[in-house]
């Protein structure tokens, strides 16, 4: 009967132990893919669009934002009617992810 | 016989080591100093990475200031580093603080100003604007590290758990959210309009390329008519990087058409809360204005002087969408914005009437 209640011990405490090691390496694999999603969130590339707008409201061009572009410069002429192209918006795209060169 | 005796040694052993764990566990203070080591290094660890963010901010506005032909860029940001700082009106007496702690505040943006004019005189005004931006950003960042190493070598210092355990805690939050302030440099020296353009961005699709006028520091308006109502355009003057003084231009315009305004409209980028989408565009009453006193109550003493009620539009966004380039949720929450603007002038003011609209928040990139 003692050798019994031994066993069943024995096998309780081994299906627990079993139990918490496979919690451990299930919750470290998650923490580590979390970290990494959470670096390469940081980390996130844009792209910036700039649109112009004709004045006459006919004719947009949307192109690569170049440095000196602001909303309200007059980006040239329109090739449809001739007015003034303004430029309207100007925003980001998020592009691609890449990993961070240092982990926090 | 020779087993048993094995047995009862490992027994003996494994109770003795039980019994010293357990004494060391809870008679002595070896638990805490082993908590204290990690934290120590945890926090050692991750102020090393804010120190690395302040370094590459640093370098960006150092190449920035060296393609613009700045000489003497060391001086220049070491200068904007330690200095600059303002302190807090007495407000035991609250008389006249507002007056008080605008007139600190004018008088350090001055002096800021002044000193950087002196030292990069070949700039463009807006270029000028956006290098004092950047340069603020650096500084902001650097502050954060000094105050967290302040508090990290303090509780080094004395062995105060307590306090490293708090930092340990905190820190990986602060490092996520000042990572976009190092992005945020770039952006500002670039020109390029950011989340909290969004008031502005309003502002500048009301009144289109009409003539900007001066009448504030580095403030402007517009005046167009929608639908047989003027409408008063008060923005920063942009492109650069700068907020104005909108609430001492409301004042003025208000003082101009003898106090016979109807309704003042504020358009500003305000905070979303987490699981808010970026771009919402809300309506309430108010002055939407972030600013930390002098310009809101300007303009509420000008909405309750003129009897105009105060309408308030905000498109929201998180505090690293906020000074990072403008993305297209908000760019489009600056379009419903705008719709919501026009909607409140047709619907709740009368033809002939004298509307004030002014878009709050950095111009940088908008003109």
Redesign the interface.
Known sequence: MSIMQTDVLTILLVVIMAGLLIYLVTASFDYIKRRRR?IEQ?KTN?K??TIATCQQNDYTIERE?K???????IDGKCPKCGSAL?IS??????QEKTQKS?K? | MHMQIGGSDWNSILSILFWLVFMLYFFTDLPQKTQFLRYEKGVASRLAVVESLVKESISKVKMYLHKLGVGNSDNLIGNSLENYFAIEPVSIEPIDIIKRLDHIITANEDKYKKDLRNSIPNVGVHMLNNIAVSLAIVSALYTVFKILRHYYLLGKKYENWVLLMQLYLLLPQLVKELMPYVRAVDTFMKGIPIGDSAGPLTAFKLAGLAPRIDIEEDTVYSIVEIDNRKVYVIKAKGPGATVGKPGKAVAKIAEMLDYKVARIITIDAALKLEGEQTGLVAEGSGAAIGDVGPEKIEIERIAVKCGAPLDAVIVKMGSDEAINPMTKEIADGVEKAYQKVLEIIRNRTKPGDNVIVIGIGNTVGVY
């Not at chain 1, 440095?67 to 410069?73: A, I, M, P, S, T």
């Open positions: 959470g940081e844009y910036l669009i934002f440095e000196g572009d602001f909303v309200g410069k303004i918006k100007i925003y980001a795209v998020a240092f926090p």
